[in-house]
Nanobody, 114 residues
Framework: QVQLVESGGGLVQPGGSLRLSCVAS????????MGWYRQAPGKERELVAQ??????KGYVGSKGRFTISRDNARNTVYLQIDSLNPEDTAVYYC?????????WGQGTQVTVSS
């Protein structure tokens, strides 16, 4: 299993952009699926985007504002969020799923407010 560390969150104004990073302790090139999830206060954790080992991407809702990518050489998965709005406020979590195991990062807080 790998350890995951997210970063890049913070307080931003509506309309701004963020790029979240998820750095893994080991290689991610062979991990089945890397995903970004988010959880807002009082709500269930939800999938935002995922990318598999072949580079295939999937998005759930607002896909036009979210872009997931990976840099295998840096063991890093990114989530680019554009046109942020207050409804995007949540803790964003990185996940690595290899089928037989799954790992979560500690989360990074994204707060969108004027």
């Amino acid at each position: 299993q790998v350890q995951l560390v997210e970063s890049g969150g913070g307080l931003v104004q509506p309309g701004g952009s963020l790029r979240l990073s998820c750095v893994a302790s080991g290689s991610i090139s062979s991990i089945n699926v890397m995903g970004w999830y988010r959880q807002a206060p009082g709500k269930e954790r939800e999938l935002v985007a995922q990318i598999d080992s072949a580079g295939r991407k999937g998005y759930v809702g607002s896909k036009g504002r979210f872009t997931i990518s990976r840099d295998n050489a840096r063991n890093t998965v990114y989530l680019q969020i554009d046109s942020l709005n207050p409804e995007d406020t949540a803790v964003y979590y990185c996940n690595a799923n290899q089928g037989v195991w799954s790992s979560w990062g500690q989360g990074t807080q994204v707060t969108v407010s004027s």
